[in-house]
């Protein structure tokens, strides 16, 4: 009777949305884990953690019982480009960020692309396309492991890719049961501190993130399969993999009254429940006092139509990356990213001697290096080039004399600055 309590609190109309309100509701442990989840940002805050763009490599398991759910591979592109827009706050809409929010909106610097080479090291598109005999995968609230059979081969499903080294994402069918619809879902890190125990995945070969095949990339043929609107812009991608790095809903997961609960983030408003599909900007369920601010239906942690997410804060930036360098590192030791061949290297400069800049002409490998010596072997420029063709290089800051120029490992060149 509980669940069931709790299943009609949260919907107050057939469900759907996020298999996480399941899961939560059906742990032994649900409340109470604001304290442990504090404990571990102010963790995070005290540790020295890695700069720059974080790399996940991503399998998409396209499980499908009809010709229509075995989506083009040009739609999983689309999510991924969607996840990265998103995640980097290249997102067109983050111009629709209010106000009142833009000084807490940030760039992650999480960055996702398809698996170059599989775990046998063969070449791979990233993208694995299973035909089934199951018509659906369906939710039993009492059981959440029929939805996991997704995940298995034996049950009908495709087996992860190695979960330690692959963000695995299952597309297939989660038909709409009494329950309602689930559009997707994905377990926390076993071991993050801010969940309540349970609740991360039964055994390792089940880590990833399930969603239901109308949900996924904006150019999705199928994306009115589902008969509901509002869901057609990839951003349950963005939101589950959301948990999957270790983030809980903005309003708490509270039963009844958000205000008294919190997500443990700062930089989140409090809200007293889920904004429930609705793009109201006037919502403000919470009265904070001096610095009330109204609920944050644009964060991606909320349940609300695409159209109307568009940004991450500074605390769950550091969250997710807190998550991913301390229980799942091993997507950041770089498998699944193809060696490129060696290329030879060979270029030429122009003017030599030169003035305030020379370019260089010929051809190396993509995401090379360009290096500046002076004579006595000193770094004294350094810069990223484009791949092969002709660049200019700005050398405005160089004294005059004598210069050694290389690109990548090549034979270096003589530069002679005027």
Not at 175 to 195: D, K, L, M, S
Not at 260 to 282: Q, R
């Amino acid at each position: 009777m509980l669940l069931l309590v709790a299943a009609t609190i949260m919907a107050q109309e057939p469900f759907r949305g996020c298999g996480f309100d399941h899961l939560l509701y059906s742990s032994e442990h649900q409340v109470r884990w604001n304290e442990a989840y504090r404990h571990a940002l102010e963790h995070h805050h005290n540790q020295q953690r890695a700069d720059g763009v974080l790399a996940i490599p991503v399998v998409f398991h396209v499980v499908w019982h009809e010709d229509y759910q075995n989506l083009h591979d040009s739609v999983i592109q689309s999510q991924i480009d969607v996840l990265n827009e998103d995640y980097r706050r290249l997102n067109a809409d983050a111009i629709n960020t209010r106000s009142e929010f833009l000084s807490v909106a940030a760039d992650t610097e999480i960055e996702f692309f398809l698996a170059e080479v599989d775990p046998n090291g063969e070449p791979t598109s990233g993208i694995v396309h299973v035909e089934t005999d199951v018509t659906g995968f369906e939710l039993n609230l009492l059981d959440f492991s029929t939805l996991d059979a997704v995940k298995l081969t034996s049950e009908g499903g495709s087996d992860a890719w190695d979960p330690d080294h692959y963000l695995n994402i299952w597309v297939c069918n989660m038909p709409e049961t009494f329950w309602g619809q689930i559009f997707g879902y994905a377990y926390p890190p076993e071991g993050a501190p801010n969940w309540p125990a349970g609740n991360s995945a039964p055994e390792p070969g089940l880590e990833g993130v399930v969603l239901h095949y109308a949900t996924v990339g904006r150019n999705n043929p199928q994306g009115m399969d589902d008969n509901l609107e509002g869901n057609e812009k990839g951003r349950t991608c963005t939101h589950e993999v959301g948990h999957y790095l270790g983030l809980r809903h903005i309003w708490g997961d509270a039963f009844f009254n958000g205000c008294t609960e919190d997500d443990g983030l700062e930089d989140t408003p409090n809200a007293s429940t889920s904004t429930n599909f609705v793009c109201d900007y006037s919502k403000n369920g919470c009265d904070d006092g001096e610095s009330d601010l109204p609920d944050m239906i644009e964060n991606y942690m909320d349940y609300n139509e695409d159209e109307c997410y568009n940004m991450f804060t500074y605390e769950q930036r550091e969250m997710m990356r807190f998550c991913l360098e301390t229980f799942r590192p091993g997507l950041l030791e770089g498998v699944g990213i193809a060696v490129p061949e060696v290329q030879e290297v060979s270029f030429s400069l122009f003017p030599n001697p030169a003035g305030e800049s020379f370019s260089v002409t010929g051809q190396w490998p993509a995401f090379s290096r360009l290096m500046i010596h002076d004579m006595s072997g000193r770094v004294v420029q350094e810069q990223a080039i484009k791949a092969n063709g002709t660049q200019q290089i700005d050398i405005t800051n160089l004294a005059a004399g004598s210069y050694v120029v290389s690109i990548n490992e090549s034979a270096p060149q003589h530069l002679m600055k005027r």
